[in-house]
């Protein structure tokens, strides 16, 4: 009880902190309420100058509430329509994925860039921006400083992407189906690729871009299944061989990230429920409640993070993500053009 009451006022913190950045959100969707959580938390951080108080709170929010997202975050994912209505875009996401995959970690490799930063940075740009990371976070036991210098990354070239990206197919001569599918495979995070999609649809009289975008962006978010899986089998692996060596007992569920299996439930719950005839707005409230979350711990991990070691560090992580960005880019359109989409 008493560990409870201590984490009480860093909670509260996070929460307080949390709902004005949600509003601001809604309001400017190409940037994100996440992203205003942690300018706010680091902001906020250096303010506050007895953080003892609410340092149980704060601990519990960035690493239980963020698992508490990523389970809330499989009632947003309806397997069986998504890769019904996505599978035209499979190729390309495929390509695009491993090639996010494959240069971060050569990258890694050339500038040795620490191994979590470039593991949440090749997922996040693979796959779907601050979603993946929150999700990948935990499986790897990522630092809140490493969390919040990826997501800062992502952020940057989510908001190029959006303001970029229709200016772009328009002067490249694409089709609406096509600036749909570019930007639902190489735009990071949803929000951006919904802003991206929405400026296009303003820009063509009559295109409906928007809907093929988030569904290919949707597809491209079932990514995160496999992705933590391999990850967490192969941490799993890597502690077992470790306590091995140091003959130590091995306990596969101390170290294996149970939300996981609990996010992949929440998928398949969904995906069954669906086929059944309950509508899809009945898991909207769990997908909000998600997105929500997610909110809460990205403004505790800007309360853990020092701004300016972020920034002295940034210049490596920033070069990784302008890489992936443009390698996707480049794939993407590449994969359309041999497909004759474009």
């Known amino acids: 009880m008493m560990q409870i009451k201590q984490k009480i006022p860093g909670i509260l ?14 309001a400017l969707p190409f940037v994100g309420a996440p992203v205003f959580a942690i300018i706010a938390g680091m902001i906020l951080t250096l303010i506050i100058k007895k953080k003892d108080a609410f340092a149980g709170g704060i601990t519990f929010t960035s690493k239980k509430i963020l698992q508490y997202a990523v389970i809330l975050l499989g009632f947003g994912l309806n397997l ?43 997922v996040g740009s693979s796959i779907c921006g601050g979603s993946a990371i929150a999700a990948t976070a935990p499986v790897i036991e990522a630092n809140d400083e490493e969390i919040a210098q990826s997501i800062s990354v992502i952020f940057l070239f989510n908001v190029l992407a959006a303001l970029t990206f229709p200016t772009l197919g328009s002067m490249l001569g694409m089709t609406n189906e096509g600036f749909g599918l570019f930007a639902g ?4 995070d949803t929000s951006s690729v919904t802003a991206a999609a929405t400026a296009w649809d303003g820009m063509h009289a009559g295109a409906n871009t928007l809907d093929t975008a988030t569904i290919v962006k949707l597809t491209r978010t079932l990514a995160i299944i496999p992705i933590t899986l391999v990850l967490a089998f192969w941490r799993t692996r890597k502690l077992k061989k470790e306590q091995s060596e140091a003959n130590s ?38 997908k909000e409640l998600s997105k929500f979350f ?14 300016v070691k972020l ?8 070069l990784m993500g302008l890489c ?19």
């Open 80 to 122: 069986s329509e998504i890769a019904k209505v996505g599978s035209m875009s499979l190729p390309i996401i495929v390509s695009t994925i491993a090639t996010s995959l494959i240069v971060s970690f050569i990258l890694y490799k050339l500038m040795k860039t620490p191994a979590n930063v470039s593991t949440l940075i090749g």
């Open 185 to 188: 495979t190489a735009i990071n």
């Open 311 to 318: 920034v002295k560090s940034g210049g490596k992580p920033i």
């Open 249 to 286: 007992t091995f306990s596969l569920k101390k170290v294996f990230p149970m939300f996981i299996v609990f996010f992949v439930l929440a998928s398949i719950i969904t995906t069954v429920c669906t086929s059944l005839g309950v509508e899809s707005s009945f898991f909207s409230p769990f």
């Open 13 to 26: 913190l996070c929460l307080i902190i949390s709902i004005p950045c949600w509003f601001l959100g809604k």
């Open 324 to 342: 992936c960005w443009i390698s996707i880019s480049l794939v993407s359109l590449g994969m359309q053009h041999l497909l004759g989409l474009i």
């Open 294 to 307: 997610i909110v809460m711990a990205m403004s505790a991990i800007g309360l853990n993070t020092n701004i």
